[in-house]
């Protein structure tokens, strides 16, 4: 083989070889970059993942399960031997490896949660002979040598604790653990804001029951009554629309119903009270097919057409008219409720819908704070009155509703 043959198939295995090279580190700087190549970007990873993870179970409240299923990713963000939460009586979740892995009775560990229980401050323990034995550790295994007890505060309240074992408690572990337990309070914390909507929303609509059970099921009920010798088939039939309305009126499930379900009612509602207005009652519809599907609070609007009835109509002298309107605003759909009754004074209006006056116009003050919880603040009733120029009530919902199903 000559020699400049041999020189040509040199450079061409080295050409070959550093194509190669460059192939390899290219695969590998693209691979890194698509999937956190970094040690840093993988630890950052890591822990968003653990911290994500235990907030989902723990927005079932503090509670063995969900605690249990936390503290496995909270261990494993804070890379302890063991992690543990308690609340203010017992041990709730253990989460342990090596020596640590078996789960100690709750005696003995709410003995180590009893003075950061009672204090509301941060404590370090030094595993002792007698503390290890309470705890079930090995005693010939001495890698562990203390423990962190961090308080879990909820609204300033000490509702339970965080506990970690560890081979030496640095500073740094010290504030990761408690930087740990103030996320776990504030998870908690969120949790009992959203059970305190829950439970407010479930309180207003009983209210609004409330409003409706005694006044109208008298009236009804004596309506009702009135027809039973005159005309026996009116009775019946007024006894089917009041059996209707009342189990629509206090089902139990369902905080959104449809604007369809919510106008039925209203209409055995205007028939029972028809029954004892006579033709001083008369009702004027305007409803636009399309916003038929359209997703409402449940009792949203019917306590506005009983208001119309009550405070609006009933003391007038002669025939009131009520007009209900349901429109297409494109992303909205717009409803009025309107009545030629006697009107209202306009501060007075702006102090009831403030709660700064109680009393009988409590349904709009009610069905006003809902819509806002709810939709937001633009989303408020807006009413136009004055005393002698009867009322007129718009409500504004949006169509696409996520999350929102009727019932």
């Known amino acids: 083989m000559s020699d400049s043959t041999l020189l040509l198939i040199t450079t061409i295995a080295a050409v070959l070889a550093a194509i190669a090279i460059v192939a390899v580190v290219g695969f590998k700087l693209s691979r890194s970059h698509r999937e956190l190549g970094t040690d840093a970007e993988r630890a950052t990873f890591r822990a968003l993942h ?15 399960t969900s605690a249990l299923k936390a503290s496995k990713q909270l261990r494993a963000l804070l890379n302890c031997a063991a992690f543990a939460m308690t609340d203010t009586d017992t041990l709730l979740a253990w989460d342990g490896a090596g020596p640590a892995a078996k789960q100690p009775d709750s005696p003995a560990v709410m003995g180590l949660a009893a003075q950061a229980l009672g204090n509301g401050r941060t404590q370090v323990a030094v595993l002792d002979s007698g503390l290890r034995q309470a705890l079930g550790l090995p005693q010939q ?27 030496q408690p640095s500073a740094g572990l010290i504030r990761a653990t408690n930087e740990v337990a103030a996320w776990v309070s504030a998870q908690l914390e969120l949790t009992e804001l959203n059970a305190s909507r829950t439970a407010l929303a479930e309180a207003e609509v009983r209210a609004l029951r409330a409003q409706i059970s005694p006044h109208f099921i008298y009236n009804s009920l004596n309506a009702i009554a009135s027809f039973i010798n005159t005309d026996p088939q009116r009775a019946r039939d007024l006894v089917v629309e009041f059996a209707d309305f009342t189990r629509y009126s206090f089902r139990r499930h369902g905080d959104f119903t449809t604007l369809a379900e919510e106008l039925r009612c209203i209409d055995r509602y205007l028939l029972l009270e028809s029954a004892r207005f006579g033709d001083r009652l008369q009702i004027s519809l305007q409803i636009a097919p399309e916003v038929l599907s359209t997703v409402i609070p449940f009792l949203s609007l019917q306590p506005l057409v009983e208001n119309a009835v009550r405070h609006g109509l009933e003391a007038k002298v002669g025939r009131g008219l009520i007009q ?7 992303a909205l759909t717009e409803v009025t409720i309107e009545d030629d009754g006697v009107g209202m004074d306009p501060e007075l209006l702006k102090q009831v819908l403030g709660g700064q006056r109680d009393g009988s116009h409590v349904g709009l003050r009610n069905v006003d704070s809902r819509l806002r919880q709810v939709y937001g603040d633009q989303h408020g009733l807006v009413i136009d009155t004055g005393v002698g120029h009867g009322m007129l009530i718009t409500m504004t919902v949006p169509k696409n509703q996520p999350g929102h199903d009727a019932q």
């Open 141 to 167: 295994e001495s890698v562990l040598k203390a423990a962190v007890i961090c308080p879990i505060k909820v609204d300033s309240r000490v509702a339970g604790t965080v506990i970690i074992l560890s081979k």
């Open 324 to 330: 209900i309107s349901a429109r297409d605003l494109g």
């Open 50 to 64: 653990s911290t994500a993870a235990a907030g989902a179970q723990l927005r079932n409240g503090l509670e063995p």
